[in-house]
């Protein structure tokens, strides 16, 4: 322990991590504290109220399905044209044995829904017609109810009954079945005449699928029609006994009413004849997040104590080297005596102090390597410059090969093959920083050059060579001539329709302190503008540096070495030719030029 204590009044980083550490152990629990009471509960008792009201869209999905099959069922009955007939035959002659053939009539067409028990049909001034089998226990009054006795009144309207208990014998056992019963009775016409329809439906299914839809944390449900009467449970027992009627009112446009002690959850069905209503006590609700609420809390309590028990040793620990690589970085300056760090974990502080002694070795040896690699790097960007050749120019000179090789002319094969060797050799060759060459190998570089075109295009071109016998063995920068060669077959002889024609005339020529190189075409010269863009070197757009590469890099190559442009001259007419000059000035004893040095 005093050990521990006395590293922390050494170390300044290590007494602020272990404050911080002890802070945040602190700040952290009281965060969780604030954060769950703040957010986390509301948010897991929002996602409880969430889960409550989309188990009561359930409850009203399942009375939905149950009201479209009532309707459905009553609606195929009043559109059967058996059956209207049959009604308008009764209409005219209300017999017993029409009154049978009716009766008969909607049994059969009841039998195909299951779900019906029996169907019921009213007109003004007729007794109630029953289908053929059917039990009176079934009603359960239905016909004496003022709802009912309305709806006979109006022109048109439905009625939902509400669901009720009924027995009807069994089938197969010498005893009476309960049944859950909800009936709907609709006003229907045929002809000018008006009818009351109702159709009896067992919701013992429906009412199943229900009780098995919603979560055990709703605690009770039920269901009211749009007026608030009561559907189901009937009569309003259950959680109805404890609404007032203005949580009721309320419901029928809410879907969450809020009351002392838990909440009310409302969903209409598909056509908002009824609403679905479920309700929940608040320490129902509590119970179904607390727990969730208290494994959240206590991981994130565990997790900052842990961190405050068991991480302190260990990061003080690790400081130790940290002070130690620290005081080794104090101590070394540059220029001075290199002091190397004894450093040696298993972590990042092992690769800082790796990264530190590899800095001073790398510091103490750029020093004397500086000048040294200035050089290489000179060398390394001419010899780009001198090395740089058209891809395109490769891709076609081998596609003039296999054209060759294909009319089995093998002597032309070899003799394009040799010229292309010899012009990549020579490219290549710029090591040992060769930046010159003569003009009589320049020139046999160009012979090769001039070759491969021949075979390309044809013997449209004719070169002309004005070289004076003394310059043949001077000094020229290497690969000067060819590009402009180059240029001139492809923008001075080269017409719109891509045919290649004319003569190029070469000439390496003494002119007092000077050589002169010249490269002439008979093609169709160059505008005033484009004459001006070479001139300072400036091209309008992208496409114009493309197509003016090899001409670019002759530039780039004379101001790199001379330092200057002055040294090359563009001159033009246009429908006569164009014409290059480099005068390369002689700056020592051997004819060399004498730009800038390497060395």
């Not at 290590?14 to 965060?31: D, E, N, P, T, Y």
Request: negative net charge; contains cysteine.
């Amino acid at each position: 322990m005093k050990k521990f204590f006395r590293s922390l009044r050494k170390s300044i980083i290590s007494k602020k991590i272990v404050q911080r550490i002890l802070l945040s152990g602190v700040a952290c629990f009281l965060i969780v504290l604030f954060f769950s009471c703040l957010v986390i509960l509301p948010l897991l008792k929002g996602q409880a109220l969430g889960q409550a009201a989309a188990a009561t869209t359930r409850l009203a999905g399942h009375f939905s399905n149950a009201q479209s099959d009532i309707e459905q069922s009553a609606d195929f009955i009043a559109g059967n044209l058996e059956f209207n007939e049959v009604l308008d035959e009764y209409l005219k002659n209300p017999v017993e044995q029409t009154q049978n053939r009716l009766s008969l009539h909607l049994e059969s067409l009841i039998y195909a829904n299951s779900n019906i028990f029996y169907a019921a049909l009213e007109t003004g001034g007729y007794p109630v017609i029953t289908s053929a089998f059917h039990s009176l226990r079934a009603n359960t009054g239905l016909f004496d109810e003022p709802q009912y006795e309305q709806l006979t009144q109006s022109s048109f309207g439905t009625y939902y009954s509400p669901i009720y208990r009924t027995y009807e014998p069994s089938a197969s056992e010498n005893k009476l079945m309960q049944y859950q019963v909800c009936s709907l009775s609709k006003n229907y016409y045929i002809g000018t005449k008006k009818y009351t329809l109702t159709v009896f439906y067992n919701m013992d299914s429906v009412l199943r699928e229900a009780r098995s839809s919603y979560p055990p944390f709703l605690d009770d449900y039920g269901v009211i029609s749009n007026s608030g009467a009561y559907i189901y449970p009937s009569g309003g027992s259950g959680m109805f006994s404890a609404i007032s009627g203005g949580i009721l009112t309320a419901l029928q446009t809410h879907e969450l009413e809020t009351v002392p002690g838990g909440y009310y959850f409302s969903a209409p069905t598909d056509n908002y004849s009824w609403q679905a209503i479920a309700f929940v006590s608040g320490s129902t609700l509590n119970a179904s997040f607390f727990s969730i609420f208290l494994i959240i809390a206590a991981f994130f309590l565990l997790s900052s104590f842990t961190t405050v028990f068991f991480i302190m040793p260990y990061l003080l620990k690790r400081m130790k080297p940290l002070k130690e690589l620290s005081n080794t970085m104090a101590a070394y300056s540059i220029g001075g005596n290199p002091v190397y760090s004894t450093v040696h974990t298993d972590d990042e502080i092992n690769e800082m102090s790796r990264i530190f002694n590899s800095m001073v070795k790398s510091n103490d040896e750029y020093v004397h390597e500086l000048i040294q690699n200035e050089k290489v790097r000179q060398q390394m960007e001419y010899s780009l410059l001198i090395s740089q050749i058209d891809p395109h120019f490769i891709y076609n000179t081998m596609n003039i090969i296999t054209a060759l090789a294909r009319q089995k002319k093998y002597r032309e094969v070899v003799a394009v093959n040799q010229a292309l060797e010899k012009m990549l050799r020579d490219r290549l060759r710029v090591h040992n920083i060769e930046i010159y060459d003569t003009v009589a190998h320049e020139l046999d570089i160009i012979k090769q050059y001039i070759l491969i075109m021949k075979y390309r295009y044809g013997s449209s071109v004719d070169v002309v060579y004005e070289v004076s016998p003394a310059v043949m063995r001077e000094n020229i920068p290497k690969n000067l001539i060819q590009p402009l060669v180059e240029n001139a077959f492809y923008h001075g002889l080269t017409n719109e329709d891509g045919i290649v024609a004319g003569v190029i005339t070469i000439s390496v020529l003494n002119r007092e302190d000077a050589l002169a190189i010249e490269v002439a075409d008979n093609g169709a010269g160059i505008s005033p503008e484009k004459l001006q863009q070479l001139r300072s070197l400036v091209f309008s757009h992208d496409q114009e540096r493309g197509r003016h590469i090899g001409l670019e890099n002759v530039i780039s190559r004379i101001n790199y070495l001379y330092r200057t442009e002055e040294c090359i001259q563009f001159e033009s007419v246009s429908g006569k030719g164009t014409l290059v000059r480099l005068l390369l000035k002689r700056g020592n004893a051997d004819g060399e030029p004498s730009p800038q040095s390497f060395d």
